[in-house]
């Protein structure tokens, strides 16, 4: 994977995209135990064309021009992972990408990652199943910063949604309520 996020990075150094974070399954495991994962979604922010539209094309022309063409169910094939670019779509996602922070991937290579808060919340908005699962163990971290979370709920919306989170993960107890 570090190959992967090396390719992610010098495409930012060279222009392609604005900035990238990454986000989903293994942004968790940025500050969560490992879990088995299909690939490596990267939120970016894109030049938008003349006519405002979002195009994912010169993320593509760019990799193809350095032979990766190699696309799988789970994404454009990166050094050995499948990526998935997901571009800034709404308020959520463009604060988690402004808010992301560079980890450390190892000794040598530190790499973009949405914040723990903002990983969670993206979580609650989409709901599957497998994200609820992330905002358990995304709770369950030392340094998660509830207060921005609670903040970050509240300003996207995303109350009624959490609390429904809270009656399936904990029907009939506050248990998640305590976590918060």
């Known amino acids: 994977m570090k190959e992967t996020f090396k390719v992610i ?21 940025f500050y969560v135990e490992p879990f088995n994962t299909e690939d490596v979604d990267i939120l970016v ?10 195009s994912l094309e010169p993320i593509f022309s760019y ?10 169910n789970a994404g454009l094939e990166i050094e050995g992972w499948p990526v998935q670019f997901m571009p800034v779509s709404d308020a959520l996602t463009s604060e988690a990408l402004t808010e992301a ?29 497998k994200d609820l699962q992330r905002v358990v163990s995304l709770l369950e971290i030392d340094d998660f910063d509830r207060g921005l979370f609670r903040d970050i709920i509240e300003k996207h919306g995303l109350a009624e949604r ?19």
Do not use: C, W
């Open 45 to 54: 922010n894109l030049h938008p064309s003349n006519d405002a539209l979002v």
């Open 63 to 72: 990799l193809r021009e350095r032979g990766y063409r190699s696309f799988t």
């Open 101 to 129: 922070h560079y980890l450390p991937y190892d000794d040598e290579l530190k790499v973009r990652v949405v914040r723990a808060e903002y990983l969670a919340a993206e979580a609650i908005k989409v709901g599957r199943p």
């Open 162 to 180: 959490l609390a429904r989170v809270q009656s399936i993960i904990d029907p009939g107890s506050e248990g998640l309520a305590r976590r918060l």
């Open 9 to 29: 990075d010098q495409m930012q150094r060279d222009g392609v995209i604005d900035g990238y974070a990454v986000a989903g399954a293994v942004g968790t495991i």
